[in-house]
């Protein structure tokens, strides 16, 4: 199923007056079906968080149609190919600029139309004066700790003129010293709109993990361990903590690997914690990880930036030992080319765009939707793959849910 943007129901709440942001409570429905989880996770605060973000983002993304000349260029039916040639823009930049585009389609302020060689577009009307400073202070009024990823979103769209001229690099000015300080901010359990991610993989994970066995976990692109912190409160919570015997948590930025050292060792002195780099997109063995050997391979928002998917989870599934788990928490898109606002971040970085794509499974760079990931875990060899929370089930009355959590076991045969 498509994503046709001018169609939703909450449309109209979210853009159609520019200086009036209203949500409606969120539908009873979504909080039966989200019963397995924490209920101060999946609040109404983090409801309401969730529909500002995207109100926030397209705003961000009208106020940039105009700092890129867009605007003039729309008059006729154009792709967004055609846009970066017409503006000399990068080439890689018409990720960022088809986002920008499906954004100002889903406001009603643009169309789309397919033909055989493009997606084109085209402005039907005037656009508005963005006002994200009355945005921002209802944000923080929502939450405080919003501020993280309000201030993450301003920083990269002041960002896109540059990369998209190329006068800079998203990698470098994202992930340098202006930048890094924000990553941090963001990525904490204290910011919500990204914590459920962490939640909502650790759940399964721990789920996963209620064997009487003892306990080998491998974590894949840990950061600076927030996801690492939240699964090890629930296997406390949960017992599971005295039969684990090893956790290996992994990260190839040397400086977040040593944030997670130092944070989980002084929470946890007494546990087998381990740290070390690897590069999911170079074979795993090669890395010092050995097959066969782990009960769960644990994941927060990293497989969906491998350059090749399937190379990755196969990886990980080797890992594994029999019947054990492959479970990685994930930003899923609900449909089919829906714009969704964390990608007003990560798409002006060249490790979400440079990654190869796959009619089946993966498109486009960035996120995928729910059966995109059931096709990859199926062709990677894992058995039971599915996705949780059903998002397939959700997004029907709530489009803007991001976050799942998606699992497979290992069947195969020990070697």
């Given at each position: 199923?498509?994503?046709?943007?001018?169609?939703?129901?909450?449309?109209?709440?979210?853009?159609l007056?520019?200086?009036?942001?209203?949500?409606?409570?969120?539908?009873?429905?979504?909080?039966e079906?989200?019963?397995?989880?924490?209920?101060?996770?999946?609040?109404?605060?983090?409801?309401?968080?969730?529909?500002?973000?995207?109100?926030?983002?397209i705003?961000?993304?009208?106020?940039?149609?105009?700092?890129?000349?867009?605007?003039?260029q729309l008059?006729?039916?154009?792709?967004?190919?055609?846009?970066?040639?017409?503006?000399?823009?990068q080439?890689?930049?018409?990720?960022?600029?088809?986002?920008?585009?499906?954004?100002l389609?889903?406001?009603?302020?643009?169309e789309?139309?397919?033909?055989?060689?493009?997606?084109?577009?085209h402005?039907?009307?005037?656009?508005?004066?963005?006002?994200?400073?009355?945005?921002?202070?209802?944000?923080?009024s929502?939450?405080?700790?919003?501020?993280?990823?309000?201030?993450?979103?301003?920083h990269?769209?002041?960002?896109?003129?540059?990369v998209?001229?190329?006068?800079?690099?998203?990698?470098?000015?994202?992930?340098?010293p202006?930048g890094?300080p924000?990553?941090?901010?963001?990525?904490?359990?204290?910011?919500?709109t990204?914590?459920?991610?962490?939640?909502?993989?650790?759940?399964?994970?721990?789920?996963?993990?209620?064997?009487?066995?003892?306990?080998?976990?491998?974590?894949?692109?840990?950061?600076?361990?927030?996801a690492?912190?939240?699964?090890?409160?629930?296997?406390?919570?949960?017992?599971?903590?005295?039969?684990?015997?090893?956790?290996?948590?992994?990260?190839?930025?040397?400086?977040?690997?040593?944030?997670?050292?130092?944070?989980?060792?002084?929470?946890?002195?007494?546990l087998p914690?381990?740290?070390?780099?690897?590069?999911?997109d170079?074979p795993?063995n090669?890395q010092?990880?050995?097959?066969?050997e782990?009960?769960?391979?644990?994941?927060?928002?990293?497989?969906?930036i491998?350059?090749?998917?399937?190379?990755s989870?196969?990886?990980a599934?080797?890992?594994?030992?029999?019947?054990?788990?492959?479970?990685i928490?994930?930003?899923?898109?609900?449909y089919d080319?829906q714009?969704?606002y964390?990608?007003l971040?990560?798409q002006?970085?060249?490790?979400?765009?440079?990654?190869?794509?796959?009619?089946?499974i993966?498109?486009n760079?960035?996120?995928?939707?729910?059966?995109?990931?059931?096709?990859?875990?199926?062709?990677?060899?894992?058995?039971?793959?599915?996705?949780?929370?059903?998002?397939?089930?959700?997004?029907?009355?709530?489009?803007?849910?991001?976050?799942?959590?998606?699992?497979?076991?290992?069947?195969?045969?020990?070697k």
């Open positions: 199923m498509k994503f046709v943007g001018r169609q939703s129901e909450f449309v109209n709440a979210l853009v007056d520019a200086h009036k942001f209203e949500t409606r409570p969120s539908d009873p429905r979504l909080a079906w989200l019963q397995r989880f924490p209920p101060a996770v999946f609040s109404e605060r983090l409801y309401q968080s969730i529909e500002l973000m995207e109100r926030y983002s705003e961000l993304a009208v106020d940039l149609s105009r700092q890129l000349n867009l605007v003039d008059g006729e039916w154009r792709s967004a190919d055609e846009l970066c040639r017409m503006l000399s823009f080439p890689r930049f018409k990720f960022a600029l088809r986002w920008i585009l499906e954004r389609v889903e406001s009603g302020c643009a789309a139309r397919n033909n055989e060689e493009a997606r084109c577009y402005l039907r009307h005037a656009l508005w004066q963005p006002d994200l400073k009355a945005l921002r202070a209802i944000g923080l929502i939450d405080p700790a919003n501020a993280a990823t309000l201030d993450l979103l301003d990269a769209a002041i960002l896109y003129a540059p998209a001229n190329g006068q800079q690099s998203g990698d470098h000015n994202l992930l340098g202006q890094v924000l990553w941090l901010n963001y990525f904490h359990n204290d910011n919500l990204y914590a459920v991610n962490n939640w909502v993989g650790a759940v399964l994970a721990a789920d996963h993990l209620s064997t009487p066995r003892t306990l080998r976990i491998l974590e894949v692109g840990a950061g600076t361990g927030s690492s912190e939240i699964l090890l409160q629930l296997m406390s919570e949960r017992g599971l903590l005295p039969r684990l015997e090893r956790y290996l948590i992994t990260e190839p930025n040397a400086y977040f690997r040593r944030c997670s050292q130092r944070k989980l060792t002084a929470q946890y002195p007494n914690l381990e740290w070390a780099p690897l590069d999911v170079s795993w090669s010092g990880i050995p097959s066969g782990f009960d769960i391979v644990y994941a927060v928002n990293v497989m969906h491998s350059k090749d998917l399937l190379f989870l196969r990886e599934r080797m890992a594994l030992a029999p019947d054990s788990w492959l479970v928490g994930e930003c899923v898109r609900p080319n714009p969704i964390p990608e971040m990560f002006i970085l060249n490790s979400f765009t440079d990654v190869q794509t796959d009619p089946e993966r498109p760079p960035g996120f995928l939707t729910a059966e995109q990931w059931r096709r990859a875990f199926w062709r990677a060899g894992f058995s039971h793959a599915s996705v949780t929370p059903d998002i397939d089930r959700i997004r029907e009355i709530y489009p803007h849910f991001f976050t799942a959590a998606i699992s497979g076991q290992n069947t195969a045969t020990a």
